[in-house]
């Protein structure tokens, strides 16, 4: 290691251990601090490890802890970014973190769609997961096409590394890649033809540009598709959910390749996740039994993501949302809750967020007024945006509370009349809420 490396090494240890000594945490400054003095740290910071890369726009932090959960069940020296931080900078933080491992260890990293290639730069990686490619972020990663590109050409600088890939998006079988692929989806319902609706992102064969068809269909573009113009089809599946036997906003019951499975989370998107969990499992060599187990023993709480806490009386579920198709199937979960709920929406638009705020109106909120909800909050820093949604999706007046501050938001949804409560936000709306939630000690606070 050069003196460079020793010395960005050092320094960022030692920020890491101040910050979580005396300041409760912190992701991204160690790994900023180490990179200004050594940008090629991660280099020599990765080079003993074996690493699977976690990527695209929905799901890559539960992903990413489903797939930890599963290799634990046979490899016990596993590194990871727990809190979502998955840029360069958090992502060099995590192995500064790193303990000393007895053996060969794993890192298992999520990782932003747009740095990818700044981490395959310096590490050549085991294998690439990708979950969905859904539009996002519009200010940072464009179309759909641009982001998938982004992530191609990370992949490019490890041509052998295996990809792990969800077969049902028409993107993840556009194009001919070097490396090996193994495809992962749903095969549970018999063929039924269809075509998506007319606004879904993604529905034209990437080969002749013609109108996709699907013999079955799960959400947005997603499915078993097939171009009845050019011939272009759902590849090959190595890892199938064929049984989907339960769903209820907090759990589901559901098949894979003839393994019965049981995830203690609600949503058909968190089925994928799991999926992919499995699919990583069964390419490391762990048993579909195993699997099985580590899936069903995942009570703990994920960052943000279906996390469970208690505001006096209430039951509060927070749900990280940042696009419309992630919305839409957080608002299909929940709309299966059959108690009385009420339901808050906390918009933020920084640059973690997406500094663009339109995408609001492609969510299916005007589905809301139609259920059990006889009380909402609106709030954070574009309050004003997420207020006029609502009651343009018909919300009443009379029905919503305001909060622009989120340092209010507990004594707000205390006051709230029923005992669950769902709370949606994006991003940083999710960490102003956390620090909050921490300050009072209803969760524990800091990032990993």
């Given at each position: 290691?050069?003196?460079n490396?020793?010395l ?45 890369v ?5 799901g890559?932090?539960?992903t ?13 020296d ?32 999520e ?23 859904f539009?996002d ?8 096409y641009?982001t998938?590109?982004?992530?191609l050409d ?23 890649l ?27 064969c ?13 959400y ?14 759902r ?28 995830l ?53 579920t ?10 839409n199937?957080v ?16 918009l ?6 997406g ?17 059990n ?20 999706a ?55």
């Open positions: 290691m050069s003196i490396s020793t960005a090494t050092w320094t960022g240890k030692s920020a890491y251990w101040f910050l979580h000594t005396f300041r409760g945490g912190g992701s991204s400054l160690p790994g900023k601090l180490a990179l200004k003095l050594d940008p090629t740290i991660l280099k020599h910071l990765a080079k003993n490890y074996d690493v699977i976690i990527t695209g726009t929905n890559k932090t539960l990413t802890a489903l797939t930890v959960k599963v290799l634990r069940e046979q490899y016990p596993i590194l990871t970014n727990p809190s979502g931080s998955n840029m360069k900078q958090g992502i060099v933080t995590t192995f500064l973190r790193a303990p000393k491992a007895h053996q060969k260890p794993l890192a298992v990293l990782v932003d769609e747009a740095n990818v290639i700044m981490v395959t730069k310096y590490i050549t990686p085991k294998a690439f997961v990708f979950t969905n490619i539009r972020q519009m200010d940072r990663y464009g179309e759909i641009t998938y590109q982004k992530i990370g992949v490019a600088l490890a041509p052998e590394a295996t990809i792990i890939a969800n077969g049902d998006l028409p993107l993840f079988n556009a194009k001919q070097p490396n090996p692929i193994l495809y992962y989806g749903f095969d549970y319902q018999p063929d039924h033809d269809q075509q998506a609706p007319a606004n879904t992102d993604g529905l034209l990437p080969r002749c540009q013609h109108i996709l068809r699907y013999h079955s269909r799960t947005s573009n997603m499915g078993k598709y097939y171009c009845p113009h050019c011939g272009f089809e590849p090959q599946l190595a890892y199938k959910l064929n049984a989907l036997t339960a769903m209820t906003p907090t759990s589901s019951d559901f098949e894979i390749n003839g393994q019965a499975m049981h203690n989370i609600g949503g058909q998107y968190n089925i994928y996740n799991a999926l992919a969990a499995y699919a990583v499992g069964r390419f490391m060599d762990v048993t579909p039994a195993k699997i099985a187990h580590a899936l069903s023993d995942n009570d703990e709480q994920v960052f943000g993501r279906q996390e469970t806490f208690h505001v006096g009386e209430k039951d509060v927070l749900i990280l949302v940042k696009n419309p198709v992630g919305l199937q608002l299909q979960t929940i709309s299966t809750d059959e108690r009385p709920f009420s339901f808050a929406a906390l933020n638009a920084n640059y973690a967020d500094i663009d705020t339109s995408w609001i109106w492609d969510g299916d909120f005007e589905k809301l007024p139609a259920l909800i006889p009380a909402y909050i609106s709030g954070g820093e574009r309050y004003r945006d997420i207020t006029f949604r609502l009651k343009v018909g919300v009443l007046e009379d029905q919503l509370t305001i909060v622009p501050d989120l340092t209010n938001m507990t004594t707000a949804i205390q006051k709230l009349p029923t005992k669950q409560v769902y709370v949606v936000a994006t991003y940083t709306a999710m960490l102003q809420l956390r620090k909050q939630l921490a300050s009072q000690g209803i969760i524990d606070g800091g990032m990993a």
